[in-house]
Structures are given as C-alpha cells and as structure tokens.
C-alpha cells in the first residue's frame, strides 16, 4: 500500500510536463510486443526539469563576479548579485554555490552533510531558478541528487518546506533558504511531508517509546534506507563535483 501511495505523489507521474518525452506506440504491432517492455517502476518516471537542468554548466562565485563589467542596473539582478556575494564573502561550512555560466537567473548548489545525521558524508546537488518577479516571489529549489527523505519528491526533486511557501518574504535572504533546506538533511520536518509513507515511517519512530523493541526495527529501517541512498546517489567526493561545478573540468 504504502509504494501504490508513492507512486500517486510522485510529481512525473501526476503531471506530463514533469515527465522525460518517450516514444508510445504508433501502430498495432509495437502493442502486441508491449510485453517485452519492462513495467514502470518508481524511478522510470524522470523529471524533464532535472534531466535539463543538469546540463546548466556553472562557474565559480568569484569567476562570475570578475566578469561583471559594472554593476547591474536592474532591481533582480542586483539583488541576486547582492545574494551572491554574501556566500562569497561569508562562505557557509557545508553550503557552495556555483552561478550559472549563461544565465544569472540559474544557480547551482553543493551541500555536504557531516556525520551527525542519516545522510552522514553524503554530498548534494540542488538546482536554484530565480523567477521573473525575484525577489516578490520566492525562487524554485529542487534537489538534483535523489534523495530518501520525506520531504523531497522522489521524482522531481521538489522541496516541501515554510520558507518556500507561507513564510518567504522578498526579504528573506538566500543564505537564510539554502540553510533551512540544509537543516532538512539534519532533520526532517513531519508537518511539511510531501511522502506520506516516508513520514508516517519516520514520524512513526520519532513518537514511539525508545524503549519499544519496535521503535528500533523501524528506526533502522528508515536510516538503513537513507543510508543506502547516499551510497548509491550522493558519495561522489566533493572536490571533484566542485571542479566540475566551477568550470574546471568539462
């Protein structure tokens, strides 16, 4: 029940243009050989936004900002200009960012998670899109890197959390955002789930009694799995996305 709960909140399944383009079938016979095509399972269904935006080549924080002839004159890019050099010259722990090459409305972001959590040694990629009507309204972050967490969209990366809703103000900074999403890798939030069967499982073991032979089968359970994750999706060594993301290598 839980995985059939899944497969409905998926975003690529709920929405086509969330969904790579795949060729259906255009005549009878590609239907009478259908039972040679695998079933779909949760991970067939890919984000069309993802697929695109990891192909978004980036640069370092300061190669972007040398290359600026002279300041900005419009509002937005001044202000994404302004959100940029606060990470530049304030640097957080575990939060890079990497401006896109082509668009200043295109970022890319690296988090890397120390020991003290479920996502221990692993290390993130997350897409940031600056809308039109930056900074009135707030910008669209998604996790590049999958991810087995409550609340992010297995499909799509989406990231369900206050300071990307009701409680984002054009005042809110990104260094403030990127840092609430980095605490999402700390803790999970139960009362912004965007998976039902990750949070009724995770929600389940933060209210059980510790001392329930119970609450341990299913903890290890949840972490085993989230553990798993980072070792199949997010243990590619940082130094070397950060090359990458900083143009270094091709």
Known sequence: ???????????????????????????????????????????SFKSSYIEAFHKVKTQSMKSHIDQLKETPK???QRRILRELKEFMHNPHDSITVYPSQTSYLKWKVLMF????????????????????KYPYTQPEIRFLTQIYHCNVSGSS?????????????????MREILSYI??????????????SA?????????GKDKSDTAYFQVASEYFKKARESVRLHSSRAFDDLHKELS????
Do not use: W
């Open 74 to 76: 419009g509002l937005q």
């Open 113 to 132: 998670v120390p020991n003290e959590s479920a996502y221990s040694r692993g290390v993130f990629a997350l897409s940031v899109e600056f809308p039109k």
């Open 198 to 206: 990750l949070v009724e499982e995770y929600g389940y073991q933060s």
């Open 247 to 250: 143009g270094q290598i091709s």
């Open 1 to 43: 029940m839980q995985k059939a709960l899944r497969y409905f909140e998926l975003d690529a399944m709920l929405s086509l243009s969330e969904r790579v383009p795949r060729q259906y079938p255009t005549d009878l016979s590609m239907l009478q050989n259908i039972n040679r095509h695998p079933y779909e399972t949760e991970t």
């Open 157 to 173: 990366g989406r990231i369900c959390h206050a300071i990307l809703g009701e409680s984002y103000t054009p005042s809110t900074s």
């Open 182 to 195: 980095y605490g999402l890798l700390m803790c999970p939030d139960i009362d912004t789930p965007l998976d």
